[in-house]
Structures are given as C-alpha cells and as structure tokens.
C-alpha cells in the first residue's frame, strides 16, 4: 500500500531534512546536509501544507504531481503550493538527496505585500511538466536569492524580519516570472506547436455537435484537452499572441459567426444555439463589443 506522509509545518519538514528550525514559519534547506535515505516504499504520497520551492538534483528517484511526471534536468525549479500531492516514486534504493529548497507556511506572508499578491504568481498551479529550467546565470540569482533569506534567518528575530524575509521572498519570486518569461520565448518552437494545435481544436470543436451539447468551450476545457494546466496555457497563449486565452476564444467565436451571418436562412437566434449559446442576447452583446455591430446590422452592411 502506497504511504502518505504530511506535512505542515516547517518544523516537521526541517525534522525530515535534519536541518535546524531557525524561524518556525521559514527555512531553506541544503539538502546535502541531509541524511541519505529511503522512503521504504517505491511510490509514497506526499501532502504539503506550505510552499515548497525546490532546486534539487533528484536522482534516485522521480517526482509526479498529478498524472505527470516533472519535467526535469539539472537546474530546476519546482513549485508547491499549500494542498498540493507530489508523488515520489523511488528505485528503492537508498539515496543522497541533493539540491536546496525554501519552504515556508502561509502565516509568514499574512498581512504582507506577498500576502495579497502570492496568487497572482500562476506557476505555483501549473503542471509538473510546466516547470521552470534554469540557465547557469538564473541558477546563481536563485542561490543569491536564497542566501539573502538564510541570511536573515540567522540573525536574532525582531520586528523588522517579517517584512525583511517577506520581501526577500517576493524578490525571488519576481525573479522567477521573469524567468518563466524567458523560457516562454526559448521555447518558442513548442509554444507555437501548442499554439497550432489550440486552433486545431477550435475548428474541430465547432465543426461538430460540442458546442450544441457542451456549450462554449471554456479555457480550462481547452487546457485538459492540451495537456497543459490552465494557468500555464493562458500565460502561454497570452505571451505567443497578445490576448488572454479566453480573448482568443471569443474572437475564434465572432470569426465563426461572421462567416455564417451570410447565410440568410438563418436566424441570430439560431446562429447563437449553433455556437453553444443558452442565450442569444449574450451572443448578440458580445458580438458587438467585438465589432462594434449587432450580427444584424454586420449581416446588411455585407
């Protein structure tokens, strides 16, 4: 029977690692100075109550959150964020772990500046294969980034460490949506493979029955379809095209709908149902958000 193991607080995990509680809410780790080990199973669960940012060297064993597999290599940065499962799927032998980590509970950020915005840092819910490889260079700002916030750890605790390890944080996290930026234009090939095949799900998805029996398709919906979750596919089509995934949706819908306009048998009414709208007067408003016409009004300026 696969073991869970849960952990939530960075005492507990601090325990795990043999490294020293300096702050109950904050710790980076070095993982060399862990004890080499074994889970005793080949596959164990386990559950996170905090964020855990890894840069590990996980040989010995593989990582997976969901049904995927990390995408992996040296100089890799995965993100957990708090009722987040991974997966450690082991060669049951006894391994080093490697690498460092920040690890630190949601009450430290409470009342911060990264407190209010900590959700608007979409890589913390993007797939494990979405995650983030570092160069050489990126890799020291991330050691550099670290060392600041063991640095303030290791002085005596006072009023001011709160926000001084708060910001620290939230520089290291700036840092790395500047990176995820990068790797979106690095891997401009994939990105436009990806790109292609969304457009190659629109026009199936509304060349059939779907839109009469599903509806409009959502972006989650497209997302699954592609593989991807949905955050990383909205970054992802927004950086390739400019527009929010949903935006470019909407716009495959109005494209659609132009060309059966022409068709004078057909009612607006019908032409909305024929897209996967419940109600047609939310076809006709977003119709002429897009256009600035009504589909009447487009239909006889034609």
């Keep these: 029977m696969e073991r869970i193991f849960k952990f939530d607080t960075v005492t507990e995990y601090n325990a795990l690692n043999n490294h020293e509680t300096l702050h109950p809410l904050v710790s980076v780790i070095n993982f060399s100075k862990a004890n080499p080990r074994s889970w005793g199973e080949k596959s164990v669960r386990i559950n996170y109550g905090l964020y855990c940012i890894f840069l590990k060297d996980f040989k010995g064993c593989d990582l997976k959150y969901g049904r995927n597999y990390y995408d992996y290599q040296e100089g890799t940065l995965v993100f957990v964020s708090p009722g987040q499962m991974m997966v450690v799927e082991t060669d049951g032998q006894v391994y080093?772990?490697?690498?460092?980590?920040?690890?630190?509970?949601?009450?430290?950020?409470?009342?911060?500046?990264?407190?209010?915005?900590?959700?608007?840092?979409?890589?913390?819910s993007y797939n494990a294969n979405e995650a983030l490889h570092l160069s050489e260079r990126e890799r020291q700002i991330?050691?550099?980034c670290f060392s600041k916030i063991d640095f303030e750890l290791q002085q005596n605790i006072d009023k001011h460490s709160k926000k001084l390890i708060a910001s620290n944080i939230e520089l290291f996290l700036n840092y790395c949506d500047r990176f995820y930026d990068r790797q979106f234009i690095t891997r401009d090939n994939v990105n436009k493979g990806i790109l292609e095949k969304f457009e190659e799900l629109l026009n199936g998805y509304f060349s059939s029955a779907k839109p009469q029996t599903i509806g409009i398709p959502s972006v989650s919906y497209c997302a699954e379809e592609l593989h991807l979750s949905p955050n990383y596919f909205g970054d992802l089509i927004k950086k390739e095209t400019g527009k929010s995934a949903k935006e470019y949706i909407q716009n495959k819908i109005i494209d659609i709908a132009k060309n059966k306009t022409f068709d004078s048998n057909k009612s607006v009414n019908e032409i909305a149902y024929?897209?996967?709208?419940?109600?047609?007067?939310?076809?006709?408003?977003?119709?002429?958000?897009?256009?600035?016409?009504?589909?009447?009004?487009?239909?006889?300026?034609?």
């Design 142 to 144: 991330v050691l550099d």
């Design 274 to 302: 024929e897209l996967g709208f419940k109600y047609p007067q939310h076809f006709t408003r977003l119709f002429k958000n897009v256009t600035g016409f009504t589909p009447n009004e487009y239909r006889f300026q034609n």
């Design 96 to 124: 080093q772990p490697k690498g460092y980590a920040l690890v630190f509970h949601p009450d430290l950020i409470r009342g911060t500046s990264l407190g209010r915005i900590i959700h608007e840092y979409n890589f913390f």
